[in-house]
């Protein structure tokens, strides 16, 4: 019987090891970076660990009983742990993936996985009948589950007010971010959007980020303008581009402060300051002396349209207009692109990528 339960534990420990080993090397963790991490996110890590560990004590609680009478015993509340928790491990393990890749509250994982360790007990003690540590057990189940929904209710709301880019802001601010395959769903001109890949959830996928680096080389443009700085991963590879070319200035322009001071440190870090001139102000307010030559509209989407109307007299006409979130999975920016195509103020090329980007030059004295 010792032997049973020390193989039982055992076995237990080895399934939660195995989890947390992978679980940090998809989230790229290191024991530096596991440090930095808020409480609640270390918390998050061990849900899919601990459900798959309880599911494997529970598999050795009912192998003896099978074993000795040829069957699973179907009323046991080791079976119906066991079902539920191989249910739901791989439930929080690709929870946690979508944690990576969307922003998701810190603490939500952990709670959900309160929420069915409560109530594993309350349908287990439901199985079992009376039993002399019934109140206690029911007292346990509850205050599993009373958790669970506490921290539900204290996280979730302040979560959702926060604009989504602050959200990723606070969690790149913990953890170093890393490439990472596209999230976004197929759409009818990008059925494959796992071959691109991306940064996070806000900022260009990383073919993008190069593609505009190769246009600018390419295009040689003198002023550059970019809407929507966000952590500045575009931004910079305009300005490398500027950089090859020996010549030009992007001028990006960011709305929230927070976010902008940290593409400013991204900038002083890379070398590239001198290269860009960063604006703290919305895209629909900020005046461009001069003829733009390229024009990246990277910014909330619901500005979008706006904001090329307001700039596009200032393109010039051997210039490009490049419009990222262009994709039938953003419908508000493709439709707007097209409408001004139908109006007959840009002409436009739409490139299948996971987010979509539309490559458009004025009509209007084009040469």
Request: net charge neutral.
């Amino acid at each position: 019987m010792i032997l049973s339960s020390s193989l039982a534990w055992l076995a237990a420990f080895l399934a939660a090891a195995l989890f947390l080993f992978f679980d940090f090397r998809r989230r790229r963790l290191s024991s530096q970076s596991l440090g930095r991490l808020p409480f609640l996110s270390k918390l998050d890590l061990v849900a899919a660990p601990l459900t798959a560990a309880y599911a494997v004590l529970q598999a050795f609680l009912l192998f003896p009983a099978a074993a000795a009478s040829g069957f699973l015993p179907l009323r046991s509340p080791a079976l119906l742990a066991f079902v539920l928790c191989a249910i739901f491990t791989p439930v929080f393990w690709f929870e946690g993936k979508k944690q990576i890749q969307f922003q998701r509250p810190a603490g939500l994982l952990f709670a959900e996985w309160l929420f069915l360790m409560g109530a594993i007990q309350l349908l287990s003690l439901l199985l079992a009948g009376r039993g002399a540590g019934k109140p206690l057990f029911i007292a346990y189940a509850g205050a599993l589950l009373l958790a669970a929904v506490i921290l539900i209710a204290v996280i979730v709301p302040p979560f959702l007010k926060k604009y989504e880019g602050l959200r990723i802001l606070e969690r790149v601010g913990h953890d170093e971010q890393f490439v990472q395959p596209e999230y976004t769903p197929a759409t009818p001109e990008c059925p494959q959007p796992e071959l691109w890949h991306m940064l996070d959830s806000q900022s260009t996928e990383v073919e993008v980020l190069d593609l505009l680096q190769s246009l600018v080389i390419a295009l040689k443009p003198k002023v550059i303008v970019e809407t929507g700085t966000f952590l500045g991963h575009g931004t910079t590879k305009l300005a490398e581009g500027a950089r090859a070319n020996g010549f030009g200035k992007v001028i990006t322009v960011e709305f929230d402060p927070a976010i902008r001071e940290r593409a400013l440190a991204r900038f002083e870090s890379m070398g590239l300051s001198s290269w860009i001139e960063s604006r703290l102000e919305s895209s629909l307010d900020t005046v461009i002396d001069g003829t733009i030559d390229f024009l990246f509209s990277d910014s909330h989407l619901a500005n979008r349209e706006a904001e090329i109307r307001r700039l596009l007299p200032q393109l010039d006409p051997r210039g490009v207009l490049v419009v990222h979130d262009a994709s039938s999975h953003f419908k508000l920016v493709r439709e707007a692109a097209l409408r001004l195509e139908a109006e007959g103020l840009i002409s436009t090329v739409l490139l299948s990528t996971p987010r979509g980007v539309v490559i458009a030059q004025r009509r209007e004295g084009r040469k």
